[in-house]
T-cell receptor, first 109, second 115 residues
């Protein structure tokens, strides 16, 4: 079983839609969770960083961690074409990031 | 957010030569830096972890003599691909962990093409 599982999509939504991106992880000891956005041919950009359970909001983005079900989510409100990218969830494990496979998101006008 | 600079952004080299890629944390100190390789349409593959002043720790299957990593200061790590071959052509990305916490920022990546 992989440490972090993420549906690779692709996911295509119309502009203005609410996007839900999800990952599951295997080890209940994980405490630090990140979401990165990666545009084509660029390095990943840190979007959200969450410690333990709960929600964290930053503008149109909300990160959610449910430790009881080992489930992490990223919600994007009022999605824009500029949000089209690959979204990577990651957990910090033994000082290193372990990534999900990444979800390819396309927001069409 | 914090800035990690990677240079060069892209490089073309001849087979058999060596090429160096630099990774700098511009506005924070990073005791730990990481080097990744990414193939098209795939997630990032961790190659090695470098700690300032000590030898890098390589992931299983990564040739340490081929991919030389040096972390000489709290703001600079370098990856040298030695005796490059066309199969080494890839997208290489570094990241740096903020010294005082768990946040990790990535560079813009370097495209290496070996001809």
């Amino acid at each position: 079983q992989k440490e972090v599982e993420q549906d690779p999509g692709p996911l295509s939504v119309p502009e203005g839609a609410i996007v839900s991106l999800n990952c599951t992880y295997s080890n209940s000891a994980f405490q630090y969770f990140m979401w990165y956005r990666q545009y084509s041919r660029k390095g990943p950009e840190l979007l959200m960083y969450t410690y333990s359970s709960g929600n964290k909001e930053d503008g149109r983005f909300t990160a959610q961690v449910d430790k009881s079900s080992k489930y992490i989510s990223l919600f994007i409100r009022d999605s824009q074409p500029s949000d089209s990218a690959t979204y990577l969830c990651a957990v910090l494990s033994y000082g290193k990031l372990t990534f999900g496979q990444g979800t390819i998101l396309t927001v069409h006008p | 957010g914090a800035v990690v600079s990677q240079h060069p952004s892209w490089v073309i080299c001849k087979s058999g030569t060596s090429v160096k890629i630099e990774c700098r944390s511009l506005d924070f100190q990073a005791t730990t830096m990481f080097w990744y390789r990414q193939f098209p349409k795939q997630s990032l593959m961790l190659m090695a972890t470098s700690n300032e002043g000590s030898k890098a720790t390589y992931e299983q299957g990564v040739e340490k003599d081929k991919f030389l990593i040096n972390h000489a200061s709290l703001t600079l790590s370098t990856l040298t691909v030695t005796s490059a071959h066309p199969e080494d052509s890839s997208f290489y990305i570094c990241s740096a962990r903020v010294e005082t916490g768990n946040t990790i920022y990535f560079g813009e990546g370097s495209w290496l093409t070996v001809v």
